[in-house]
Antibody, heavy 121, light 109 residues
Framework: QVQLVQSGAEVKKPGASVKVSCKAS????????ISWVRQAPGQGLEWMGW????????NYAQKFQGRVTMTTDTSTSTAYMELRSLRSDDTAVYYC??????????????WGQGTLVTVSS | QSALTQPRSVSGSPGQSVTISCTGT?????????VSWYQQHPGKAPKLMIY???KRPSGVPDRFSASKSGNTASLTISGLQAEDEVDYYC?????????FGGGTKLTVL
């Protein structure tokens, strides 16, 4: 069955970077894309960006341009999201979600369990 | 990219129907037939309930239906059950991007 398993919770200081992983199984990794979505405490969902596991193409939300990098390792079926220059308002649960490979899409049929990133001095 | 507009809350009695709206612009909801809806229980990952405006993934009850008119998409839940009392989010394609609505809390009275 399709599974996305994310790395564990992180605590970071302001200005630091965090890299969250998302290991996929149960499907052909390169036939799909991965989107990253975050949710601040008590807040709604926020789309951060998308990467095609087929060809590595990326699209990032304007808000995160220059601060986020999404990559994939097809040899291990793992997607990564690195967010730099962390601020306190980056404290959130970060989710990876399976998307289509060809382009960014709002259809996310499988989700990881979420990774809590806490930014605090 | 501005978030899509959803009502903060809606409510209905068991067995009734409720509709949650999701309003965008001609650049997002109105411009593409790529709107999805998610259900989220507290502390859990969202679950895809509707994709491509009105299609239901396998396993989603047919009590959940959706449509779109102009720049507004709508999710209708019929035969309300206590277990439906959670948060719902819409999401739209925006042309190389995706954007979520602010979320709606459904209360079953």
């Amino acid at each position: 069955q399709v599974q996305l398993v994310q790395s564990g919770a992180e605590v970071k200081k302001p200005g630091a970077s965090v890299k969250v992983s998302c290991k996929a199984s149960g499907y052909t990794f390169t036939s799909y894309g991965i989107s990253w979505v975050r949710q601040a405490p008590g807040q709604g969902l926020e789309w951060m960006g998308w990467i095609s596991a087929y060809n590595g193409n990326t699209n990032y939300a304007q808000k995160f341009q220059g601060r986020v990098t999404m990559t994939t390792d097809t040899s291990t079926s793992t997607a990564y999201m690195e967010l730099r220059s962390l601020r306190s308002d980056d404290t959130a649960v970060y989710y990876c979600a399976r998307a289509i490979a060809a382009r960014p899409s709002p259809n996310f049929d499988y989700w990881g369990q979420g990774t809590l990133v806490t930014v605090s001095s | 990219q501005s978030a899509l507009t959803q009502p903060r809350s809606v409510s209905g009695s068991p067995g009734q129907s409720v509709t949650i709206s999701c309003t965008g612009t001609s650049s997002d909801v109105g411009g593409y037939n790529y709107v999805s809806w998610y259900q989220q229980h507290p502390g859990k990952a969202p679950k895809l309930m509707i994709y491509d405006v009105s299609k239901r993934p396998s396993g989603v009850p047919d009590r959940f239906s959706a449509s779109k008119s102009g720049n507004t998409a709508s999710l209708t839940i019929s035969g309300l059950q206590a277990e439906d009392e959670v948060d719902y989010y819409c999401c739209s394609y925006v042309g190389s991007y995706a954007v979520f609505g602010g979320g709606t809390k459904l209360t079953v009275l």
